[in-house]
């Protein structure tokens, strides 16, 4: 990843890093607790499978504020597990909960991501035998729903009670249980006790906000090595406590939006030039996506404690 700074075409070559950047996967404490209630399960499903034993299928429930890093850590775990163009079969399954989110439209969906889309949208009940069909057919272990509040808004108390129990019969299922791995915003923790039977089979990972005094450690390390893989040094300033505390304000706590502010820094600092990471390439990354002034800027302000990062933007003056 060595940039000619020279180039004519010294652009493409940052976007090149970047985009390098964007796709490098940061390992994180939810991360590590996700990937191992997902192998237990799998192997326990395996395990009965081969045993030729029936299991009731077991759930996890991700949980996390947006920008947390949900879609991302679950896309980079089932990424080995999805199935290749024209394999028969798919040990995992994903998809995105539709808006609005009934019953037959989630059923169309999964439809969808299990490889058989429908043009015409036949009754719910024929939808949902397809799905039983294919999930078994496809040997589909867990089915992975993101946005999975979004089953609980805007439709009836009917409707929602019809999707909480459709899920739950997939879980139930006797002759091809499958696991659901739900992810969403923390609405999706009510929705899951609205049925404490559903409750019950749901193991929950939370993705926490980060802080700079629980793991300062780590956050410098992810700096460090952010800036590494663009050649760049990190200014001795990026190790301290306070800018720590600035950078995990700016992010709102929220891991994924940091690693976005650090990608976004690295960007200035390579067009800026230099072979340093400074505190004002962050201050200047801030100010490009959030549009702020100065006097809000929590990589600036002085009292960036009370600054609140998800209301910064496009120029709000607090
Ligand atoms: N582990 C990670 N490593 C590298 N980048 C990450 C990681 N987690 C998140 N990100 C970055 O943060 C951005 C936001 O993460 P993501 O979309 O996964 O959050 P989310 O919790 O699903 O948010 P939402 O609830 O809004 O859908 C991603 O686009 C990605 O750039
Ligand atoms: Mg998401």
Redesign the pocket.
Request: net charge negative.
């Given at each position: 990843m060595t940039l000619p700074l020279a180039s004519e075409n010294r652009a493409d070559h940052i976007a090149a890093v970047v985009v390098e950047l964007?796709a490098?996967?940061?390992?994180?404490e939810g991360?590590a607790m996700l990937r191992e209630q997902f192998e237990i399960l799998l192997a326990e499903r395996r395990a009965a499978l081969a045993a030729g034993r029936p299991v009731e299928a077991r759930g996890i429930a991700v949980i996390?504020?947006?920008?947390?890093?949900?879609?991302?850590?679950?896309?980079?775990l089932l990424r080995s597990y999805l199935p290749e163009a024209g394999e028969a079969t798919a040990e995992v399954a994903s998809f995105q909960v539709p808006s609005p989110a009934t019953l037959k439209h989630v059923g169309h969906e999964l439809l969808n991501a299990l490889g058989y889309p429908m043009n015409r949208l036949p009754t719910t009940a024929i939808i949902w035998d397809k799905v039983r069909f294919h999930l078994r057919e496809r040997q589909v272990k867990f089915l992975h729903l993101?946005?999975a509040q979004d089953l609980a808004i805007s439709q009836s108390d009917r409707e929602k009670i019809a999707v909480v129990n459709t899920l739950k019969s997939l879980m139930q299922n006797n002759s091809w249980p499958v696991g659901l791995i739900l992810?969403?915003?923390p609405d999706l923790r009510s929705m899951l006790n609205m049925d404490p039977q559903l409750a019950r089979r749901f193991h929950p990972v939370e993705?926490q906000p980060i802080s700079a005094a629980r793991s300062g450690g780590n956050i410098m390390q992810i700096v460090h090595a952010y800036g590494a893989k663009a050649c760049l040094e990190t200014a001795s300033g990026l190790g301290e406590r306070e800018f720590l505390e600035r950078l995990v304000q700016a992010s709102a706590h929220?891991?994924?939006?940091?690693?976005?502010l650090i990608?976004n820094a690295i960007r200035e600092r390579l067009y800026a030039g230099g072979a340093t990471l400074e505190a004002g390439d962050f201050a200047a990354a801030f100010r490009r996506s959030t549009g702020v002034v100065d006097g809000v800027n929590p990589f600036i302000a002085d009292q960036f404690q009370h600054l609140d990062a998800r209301m910064l933007r496009g120029g709000v003056e607090l």
């Open positions: 964007r490098f996967f940061a390992h994180h991360y996390g504020d947006t920008g947390s890093g949900k879609t991302t850590a679950v896309r980079h993101d946005e992810s969403g915003m993705f929220e891991f994924g939006r940091m690693i976005e990608v």
